[in-house]
């Protein structure tokens, strides 16, 4: 296993644009994350998934943000209409059991600019 | 999850000891204290976790006060590489990160 993969790296759109982010988790693990950083601050949380269910939602996920784990494997996170101040690096992770036990293993993220 | 309080930035010369210290005065009872560490263009990366009871790997060690409400993350060498933010917070569910502490590494 190779950790956690997220696709693209770097994504650069123009503003009015859906995007769309895959993450890939260690193939055992059931749950998986997602948090967006911006410049100089900590990773912030936005949602959360167990196997295919989404249990937690940040109310940082506007309407514009959507995010799927179909079969309870990988993991889709779209952007509808880009805004500039969604210009940040989305991270992925994903934790076998409870985080608070195991805490998260994260991928290199993927990096959002919207000019 | 429980608030955390960590210095902005410290500073540390090469192959000498680093302590990183944590408030979490809030901290749950049952929940795990994490430390995680990011370097530039990277995804945090797992550094240590423990309940009560100090923990040592071949990364680091992490000292734990008896009331558990602040905890240290001890580097016994540091190294150039070493030079990263490093996050204290504790949960259960998802874990919420501050802003963390600039580490910075003379040679």
């Known amino acids: 296993d190779t950790g956690v993969s997220q696709d693209p790296r770097h994504k650069i759109t123009k503003r009015g644009q859906n995007v769309t982010f895959r993450c890939d988790p260690i193939?055992?693990?059931?749950?998986l994350y997602w948090y967006r950083q911006t410049l100089g601050q900590g990773p912030e949380f936005l949602t959360y998934?167990?196997?295919?269910?989404?249990?937690?939602k940040s109310r940082l996920l506007s309407d514009r943000f959507s995010a799927e784990r179909p079969k309870g494997s990988f993991s889709t996170l779209e952007i509808q209409r880009t805004e500039q101040g969604d210009s940040a690096m989305y991270l992925c992770?994903?934790?076998?059991?409870?985080?608070?036990?195991?805490?998260?293993?994260f991928g290199s993220g993927t990096r959002l600019t919207v000019v | 999850d429980a608030k955390t309080t960590q210095p902005n930035s410290m500073e540390s010369n090469e192959e000498e000891p680093v302590h990183l210290p944590c408030n979490h005065s809030?901290?749950?009872?049952?929940?795990?204290i994490h430390w995680y560490r990011q370097l530039p263009s990277q995804g945090p990366e797992y550094v240590i976790h423990?309940?009560?009871s100090n923990v040592n790997n071949r990364m680091a060690s992490l000292a734990i006060a008896e009331d558990r409400k602040s905890s240290t993350l001890i580097l016994h060498r540091a190294t150039l590489r070493d030079a990263a933010v490093y996050y204290c917070?504790?949960?259960?569910?998802?874990?919420?990160f501050g802003k963390g502490t600039m580490l910075l590494v003379s040679p």
């Open positions: 809030t901290i749950s009872g049952t929940d795990y």
């Open positions: 917070f504790s949960g259960y569910s998802t874990l919420t």
């Open positions: 423990g309940l009560t």
């Open positions: 992770a994903s934790s076998p059991r409870v985080v608070s036990d195991y805490g998260y293993t």
């Open positions: 193939s055992e693990h059931n749950r």
């Open positions: 998934f167990q196997n295919e269910a989404q249990l937690e």
